[in-house]
Nanobody, 122 residues
């Protein structure tokens, strides 16, 4: 089993910055992609940013403001959030997909963290 633990959320004023971290632990041989999604009250969960070994993807609303990075040795993903806006307020969830526990695994796991609240005041 794999666990994802997020940290770094909190309350910040508009224009400020926060850095989220998510560490994956458990029996892990490899992880294809790690990413961040968010869900605001009354809205669907949406992609914020996702990173694989060779590619990054961002949601349109965060391009140019947020940066995702990854430390493969630590199975950790980071999200640097700058120029925060009130509309960035949401619960942010970490995701790891394409997870193999051993090199011979044929099934790939998909895991979610518990979420961390980010609140941006105007």
């Amino acid at each position: 089993q794999v666990q994802l633990v997020e940290s770094g959320g909190g309350l910040v004023q508009a224009g400020g910055s926060l850095r989220l971290s998510c560490a994956a632990s458990g029996t892990i041989f490899s992880i294809n992609a790690m990413g961040w999604y968010r869900q605001a009250p009354g809205k669907q969960r949406e992609l914020v940013a996702r990173i694989t070994s060779g590619n990054t993807n961002y949601g349109d609303s965060v391009k140019g403001r947020f940066t995702i990075s990854r430390d493969n040795a630590k199975n950790t993903v980071y999200l640097q959030m700058n120029s925060l806006k009130p509309e960035d307020t949401a619960v942010y969830y970490c995701n790891a997909d394409g997870v193999k526990s051993t090199w011979y695994d044929r099934s790939l796991g998909d895991y979610w963290g518990q979420g961390t609240q980010v609140t941006v005041s105007s």
